[in-house]
């Protein structure tokens, strides 16, 4: 007869229950730590560009407010040139780079998240260099990563897959998009595969998804009315529907990520587009500036001609003669940047050219009035644009499913970040605007007082929004219907990728190093 179900200390019973018991604990264990590894309760790991689905936040995160260079620091490495942003598995960090030596090089980086120790380094060799404008570079897409392998694409030579050990497990050779500024896209995962954008000129343009574990085409998508674009797609998840959005030159579309087949699009964006769409409040957003990166539909002209003449007016005539067209002079399109920084005007080799574009009278001479003239044809010729879509389209988006749209304070290049009913964009010179998500109402629109140029994306860890400027200064808001600065920490080194966050950490890259921040 078997023993009764009780408590019985010297028999095989206990010994059943106490092996139960560890292995139940055992469990467990690696249950919790696989939480806290993708960075607390319910939370998903920051394995792409901006993290789970490109949306840019970690709900569950706790971050220091405070931190620096000798500040909260956890460790801190220094790492090749590069834009690509880090991204997270476990205990591990991987970004991409470019060697210093030898711009042809491409760099993939394993990084260990406890002690920042580089734990492998595997190259790649471009055949031809690519051509980059002054703010891009080769490594400028983000990596992927899952349980088993890294994803790393560069425009100049293809996507690889390596596993976490650092061993090759197959590429793609791919022809880079013709492009006059380089690429920036990087993959996603979705299923079992990685899906890329790869728009470019000339009628190369298209989507491609490759199985993750072997690289093989799935499927392949032409887009050959589009032209070159910098933009990541994401998955907009609705109504038990998977959609993949694309934003694009001149329209947004959403495709079905198992086949690539179109479902729906939405016209009226300028030619060039860099943002990631995200969803909130049962809304998709997608934005997209101006032509020159103008955020605002109406272009300040009288602005640009008094900073031109403050700079340029030598004889104090209130006009410009073209022996006043000097060095630095420039069809100014980004007034709030420094005019040594790259992008503050449209590049001029011959003055000549530049002086017929606004001499509407051929007298040799520049007047307020021309110049007004000229800046707003310029302005009319693209116009910013934020939409909010409400699912369920099919076709033209536009015809009933826009809830509302705006053309002011439209980011260049960061990406819009949703977070608790609230949408944030961020502008050069520091400016953040911040809406009533459901219906586009403006909350504030204030400087952060963190000058400059800004091209990494915010991103929220808890309660508390990110923002990172090129000159080096990580602003740290309280999310809120009023701006609400809590600190703002310089790096002193420039910063152009986004951050990424996980459990209490920040992992941060600067110009030339990679930290792990947090208290």
Same mark, same amino acid.
């Given at each position: 007869?078997?023993?009764?179900d009780?408590?019985?200390p010297?028999?095989?019973?206990?010994?059943r229950?106490?092996?139960?018991?560890?292995?139940?604990?055992?469990v467990?264990?690696?249950?919790?730590?696989?939480?806290?590894?993708?960075?607390?309760?319910?939370?998903?790991?920051?394995?792409?560009?901006r993290?789970p689905?490109?949306?840019g936040?970690?709900?569950?995160?706790?971050?220091p407010?405070?931190?620096?260079?000798?500040t909260?620091?956890?460790?801190k490495?220094a790492?090749?040139?590069?834009?690509?942003?880090?991204?997270?598995w476990?205990?591990e960090?991987?970004?991409?780079?470019?060697?210093?030596?030898n711009?042809?090089?491409l760099?993939?980086l394993? *990084?260990?998240?406890?002690?920042?120790?580089?734990?492998w380094?595997?190259v790649?060799?471009?055949?031809t260099?690519?051509?980059?404008?002054?703010l891009?570079?080769?490594?400028?897409?983000?990596?992927?990563t899952?349980?088993?392998?890294v994803?790393?694409?560069?425009g100049?030579?293809?996507?690889?897959?390596?596993?976490?050990?650092?061993n090759? *497990?197959?590429?793609?050779?791919?022809?880079?998009?013709?492009s006059k500024?380089?690429m920036?896209?990087?993959?996603?995962?979705?299923?079992?595969?990685?899906?890329?954008?790869?728009?470019?000129d000339?009628g190369?343009?298209?989507?491609?998804?490759?199985?993750?574990?072997t690289?093989q085409?799935?499927w392949?998508?032409?887009?050959?009315?589009?032209?070159?674009?910098?933009s990541?797609?994401m998955i907009?998840?609705?109504?038990?529907?998977?959609?993949l959005?694309?934003l694009g030159?001149?329209r947004?579309?959403?495709?079905?990520p198992?086949?690539g087949?179109?479902?729906w699009?939405?016209g009226?964006?300028?030619?060039?587009t860099?943002?990631?769409?995200?969803?909130g409040d049962g809304?998709?957003?997608?934005?997209?500036?101006?032509?020159g990166?103008?955020?605002d539909d109406q272009?300040d002209a009288?602005?640009?001609?008094?900073m031109t003449?403050e700079?340029f007016?030598?004889n104090?005539?209130?006009?410009?003669e073209?022996?006043e067209?000097?060095a630095?002079?420039?069809?100014?399109?980004?007034?709030?940047?420094?005019?040594d920084?790259?992008?503050?005007?449209?590049?001029?080799?011959?003055?000549?050219s530049l002086?017929?574009?606004?001499d509407?009278?051929?007298n040799?001479i520049?007047?307020?009035?021309?110049?007004m003239?000229t800046?707003?044809?310029?302005?009319?010729?693209s116009?910013?644009?934020l939409l909010?879509i409400r699912?369920?389209?099919?076709?033209d988006?536009?015809?009933?499913?826009?809830?509302w749209?705006?053309?002011r304070?439209i980011?260049e *290049?960061?990406?819009?970040?949703?977070?608790?009913?609230?949408?944030?964009?961020?502008?050069d010179?520091g400016?953040?605007t911040?809406?009533?998500a459901?219906?586009?109402a403006?909350?504030?629109?204030?400087?952060?007082?963190a000058p400059?140029?800004?091209?990494?994306?915010?991103?929220?860890?808890?309660?508390?929004?990110?923002?990172?400027?090129?000159p080096g200064?990580?602003?740290?808001?309280? *999310?809120?219907d009023?701006l609400?600065?809590?600190?703002?920490?310089?790096?002193k080194?420039?910063i152009?990728?986004?951050?990424?966050v996980?459990e209490?950490?920040?992992?941060?890259?600067?110009?030339g190093?990679?930290?792990?921040l947090?208290?």
């Amino acid at each position: 007869m078997p023993a009764h179900d009780g408590w019985n200390p010297t028999g095989n019973h206990f010994a059943r229950r106490l092996a139960l018991t560890a292995g139940a604990f055992s469990v467990i264990v690696s249950t919790l730590a696989a939480v806290i590894a993708a960075g607390g309760p319910g939370a998903e790991p920051w394995n792409q560009f901006r993290g789970p689905n490109g949306q840019g936040v970690a709900p569950a995160a706790r971050i220091p407010v405070n931190f620096g260079p000798e500040t909260n620091v956890l460790w801190k490495t220094a790492v090749p040139a590069g834009h690509s942003s880090p991204v997270l598995w476990d205990n591990e960090v991987f970004l991409t780079a470019t060697d210093p030596a030898n711009p042809a090089a491409l760099v993939t980086l394993a *990084v260990a998240g406890k002690t920042g120790k580089i734990l492998w380094r595997r190259v790649v060799t471009a055949e031809t260099p690519g051509q980059f404008h002054p703010l891009n570079e080769p490594a400028a897409s983000t990596p992927a990563t899952d349980e088993k392998h890294v994803y790393a694409y560069f425009g100049t030579y293809g996507l690889l897959c390596y596993d976490h050990a650092g061993n090759a *497990v197959w590429q793609r050779r791919l022809d880079t998009p013709k492009s006059k500024y380089g690429m920036a896209t990087s993959p996603i995962l979705y299923r079992d595969t990685v899906i890329l954008a790869l728009d470019g000129d000339g009628g190369s343009s298209r989507l491609l998804a490759v199985r993750r574990d072997t690289g093989q085409t799935v499927w392949e998508q032409p887009r050959p009315l589009f032209t070159a674009n910098w933009s990541t797609p994401m998955i907009w998840h609705h109504d038990a529907v998977d959609e993949l959005v694309v934003l694009g030159s001149k329209r947004l579309t959403a495709c079905n990520p198992s086949t690539g087949e179109e479902i729906w699009w939405a016209g009226g964006f300028p030619d060039e587009t860099v943002g990631i769409p995200v969803s909130g409040d049962g809304l998709l957003f997608a934005s997209a500036a101006a032509l020159g990166g103008r955020g605002d539909d109406q272009l300040d002209a009288a602005a640009t001609w008094k900073m031109t003449v403050e700079q340029f007016d030598r004889n104090h005539d209130k006009q410009i003669e073209r022996a006043e067209m000097t060095a630095g002079f420039a069809f100014i399109q980004r007034p709030e940047l420094p005019p040594d920084n790259p992008g503050y005007g449209l590049p001029v080799r011959d003055m000549d050219s530049l002086l017929k574009i606004f001499d509407h009278d051929h007298n040799g001479i520049i007047s307020e009035q021309e110049w007004m003239e000229t800046m707003s044809g310029f302005a009319a010729r693209s116009h910013p644009t934020l939409l909010a879509i409400r699912p369920g389209a099919t076709g033209d988006a536009r015809k009933s499913q826009v809830a509302w749209e705006i053309q002011r304070g439209i980011p260049e *290049v960061p990406s819009l970040l949703y977070c608790q009913g609230r949408l944030y964009l961020v502008r050069d010179g520091g400016l953040l605007t911040c809406l009533k998500a459901a219906t586009g109402a403006e909350l504030f629109r204030e400087r952060l007082g963190a000058p400059g140029q800004y091209i990494a994306s915010p991103v929220v860890a808890g309660d508390k929004l990110l923002v990172a400027s090129v000159p080096g200064v990580v602003t740290v808001i309280q *999310v809120g219907d009023a701006l609400n600065v809590l600190a703002r920490n310089e790096f002193k080194e420039q910063i152009f990728a986004t951050p990424a966050v996980a459990e209490s950490r920040i992992y941060l890259r600067t110009a030339g190093h990679l930290y792990a921040l947090g208290e």
